[in-house]
């Protein structure tokens, strides 16, 4: 005789369709409810970040407007042109850092959302989080993910180089390379001799695979000319795009400076503010400008107003649009 057949258990059901198996037995029209609460719950609390981070910086926010108010409006809808064109080229970037198509619409939304998300953390993880969670929505493993990531990120450092390369002839004497103590460089140099030696063998081999990965995702990109066009190309055009929001916020204000040299102490300041994990580089940035203009012979008043115009319109209006779309995004599971 045979004996009792066995029943499979939830885990059974769960290895197939996916579910909990605490939800096995729960109804699916109840578990999409349950999904639907998290996500407004989500939505809501990065909602409530962005009001708390508005409501702390709201006398920075309504002084700008206060002075763009009596700007040149021609200049000004200059610079808000090319602060939505930087959501479009961050977008293309991203599909050339990747071999796989992404779809195009979800893409540039994710990028708008991922913006404003980043002015929310420091150090840009928010931004470099809602990017990630799209790349592995896509179909990209977590791996795959970060590396596009990595490569999108390196082609802007070295795009934003090139663009100060390009920029300096053309201002003379506005840089100037600091000097650093032979001393200094060389207790720079022993105590990252001492920090490899400390670190355990386990963290570099991981190290090195995950560069072997970046290395491997780079040269993918570039057998593909259409891939590797898009990944310098929407470097490049971030880079000038957002440069040409300030000078176009600057010739609105009439900052008495040339338009290279606006352009030039902007790349130059957000590189050094990249530096400090602040979020979005939000008063980092802002500082570092200001000081650069003032340096460079504009009025601080008038450099402040140029500041506070680019923030407001790269920043602080965009910010609850982004959210938006964020919350929009993670409602369709888009992320």
Same mark, same amino acid.
């Given at each position: ?152 990120? #390196? /082609?802007?450092? &070295?795009?934003?180089?090139? @663009?100060?390369? $390009?920029?300096? =002839? !053309?201002? %003379? +004497? *506005? ?127 008038? #450099? /402040?107003?140029? &500041?506070?115009?680019?923030? @407001?319109?790269? $920043?602080?209006? =965009? !910010?609850? %649009? +982004? *959210? ?12």
């Amino acid at each position: 005789m045979s004996g009792p057949v066995p029943v499979p258990g939830p885990e059974a059901y769960d290895s197939r369709a996916g579910a909990a198996p605490a939800l096995a037995g729960v109804p699916a029209d109840i578990r999409r409810g349950r999904r639907l609460w998290w996500h407004c719950l989500v939505g809501a609390v990065v909602l409530a970040a962005g009001a708390y981070l508005l409501r702390g910086h709201w006398a920075v926010v309504r002084t700008g407007a206060l002075r763009l108010a009596v700007a040149d409006q021609g200049w000004l809808a200059v610079a808000g042109a090319a602060a939505c064109g930087t959501w479009v080229c961050a977008a293309l970037a991203q599909q050339g850092a990747v071999v796989p198509r992404l779809p195009g619409g979800r893409l540039l939304a994710a990028q708008f959302a991922a913006s404003a998300a980043g002015h929310l953390v420091p150090a840009g993880v928010g931004g470099s989080a809602v990017s990630l969670r799209f790349l592995m929505r896509c179909g990209l493993p977590a791996g795959r993910s970060a590396s596009a990531l990595a490569v999108k990120a #390196a /082609a802007g450092g &070295v795009a934003r180089g090139a @663009l100060i390369a $390009v920029l300096v =002839p !053309l201002s %003379p +004497g *506005l840089l100037r390379v600091p000097h650093v103590p032979v001393g200094a460089v060389v207790a720079l140099a022993a105590v990252l001799a001492v920090v490899a030696a400390l670190v355990g063998g386990t963290l570099r081999a991981r190290c090195r695979r995950a560069l072997a990965v970046v290395l491997a995702d780079v040269r993918a990109v570039h057998l593909r000319p259409p891939r590797a066009a898009a990944l310098w190309g929407g470097s490049l055009a971030f880079a000038a795009a957002h440069s040409l929001v300030v000078v176009a916020v600057a010739r609105a204000v009439a900052l008495p400076l040339p338009p290279t040299r606006v352009a030039l102490l902007y790349l130059a300041a957000s590189g050094a503010a990249a530096l400090l994990p602040t979020p979005g580089g939000l008063g980092s940035l802002d500082a570092v400008l200001a000081l650069a203009l003032t340096a460079a012979g504009a009025p601080a008043a008038t #450099a /402040a107003s140029a &500041v506070l115009g680019y923030r @407001l319109l790269t $920043v602080w209006l =965009p !910010l609850f %649009p +982004g *959210l938006l779309v964020l919350g929009a995004l993670v409602r369709r599971r888009a992320l």
